[in-house]
């Protein structure tokens, strides 16, 4: 089988005294050979995130070094937010226009990288996790914490140390020495997903959302730049929502200094990739490379 994944990178940061977020561009490279890392500590879990990273703006193609009986295609990030009469837009689609999603009907694993995290870091995910869910129908699994770091060459599929699934999320606030996806300088957070064709439209399966630890930002979810904020926004792009020029949306691309909830817009277009959109089964977790990107 073989077909193009699209992947999708967003940061929040400031410049000019304003807070902002804005997508960034990361140039995909076939991860250097490692000795894989050791299994984390904690019940054994499988991971989930999609089939390559998602890169604002460009096409990533994808061969999967197994061939079997599945849809080919592309998956295209969407670059430019959507106006603000749209209400929302996706963060991937495909050649038809169909927005990329998580299989609402199986829950999405992720595990935290909790090396740095705040101290009310792990009751502001839980929050963000459950407006979201109520928003989506998407229900997500905690399955522990793990030593594995966010990195631009992360693998959606590790077998060594999640089993034989796509890798989970991987959610962590992390300084920007410690990763190369280039927080840190006023990026705030950054998304990225991994998207793979497929008959049925485009299908989410792994990603990583990363919080910069050496910026803390107020907890909660109250007016101004907070960490729930981000969390919502950056969430809202692993599950396939894209900007949108309107400011009443937590998808907006700017913050604003009123109490974090989702919009009316951003509530229909997480119902839109979400449980209201029907069951959206995803290819079995295989081994992917890179093989060309723009």
Do not use: K
Request: charged letters at 15%; glycine letters at 14%.
């Amino acid at each position: 089988m073989s077909g193009e994944s699209g992947s999708d990178a967003d940061r929040c940061g400031s410049q000019g005294g304003a807070d902002y977020w804005s997508p960034v561009v990361l140039t995909p490279r076939p991860p250097p050979h490692v000795t894989p890392p050791p299994r984390r500590a904690g019940p054994a879990v499988a991971a989930v995130v999609t089939a390559a990273l998602v890169v604002a703006g460009s096409v990533l193609t994808v061969v999967v070094q197994r061939a079997q009986a599945a849809a080919t295609g592309q998956v295209f990030a969407v670059g430019e937010p959507a106006e603000a009469a749209a209400g929302w837009g996706p963060t991937y689609v495909d050649e038809q226009g169909r927005p990329a999603r998580w299989d609402p009907c199986t829950s999405i694993s992720y595990v935290v990288q909790p090396g740095w995290i705040p101290d009310a870091g792990r009751a502001d995910l839980a929050e963000a996790l459950s407006r979201l869910t109520a928003a989506s129908g998407l229900q997500f699994v905690f399955e522990g914490d793990t030593d594995e770091m966010p990195s631009a060459g992360r693998e959606p599929y590790q077998p060594a140390r999640y089993g034989e699934r796509w890798a989970p999320l991987l959610i962590g606030w992390i300084p920007p020495e410690a990763t190369d996806l280039g927080i840190g300088s006023g990026a705030q957070g950054l998304s990225l997903s991994v998207a793979v064709p497929g008959r049925d439209g485009p299908s989410l399966v792994s990603g990583q959302v990363v919080l910069d630890a050496s910026n803390r930002l107020g907890s909660g979810f109250g007016a101004g730049t907070t960490d729930g904020e981000v969390l919502l926004h950056e969430l809202a792009h692993a599950v396939g929502l894209g900007h949108v020029l309107d400011p009443t949306q937590v998808m907006y691309p700017q913050t604003t200094n009123s109490e974090s909830q989702f919009g009316a817009g951003d509530r229909a277009g997480l119902a839109a990739v979400g449980a209201p959109a029907g069951c959206h089964p995803v290819p079995r977790a295989r081994g992917l490379r890179l093989a060309a990107g723009r």
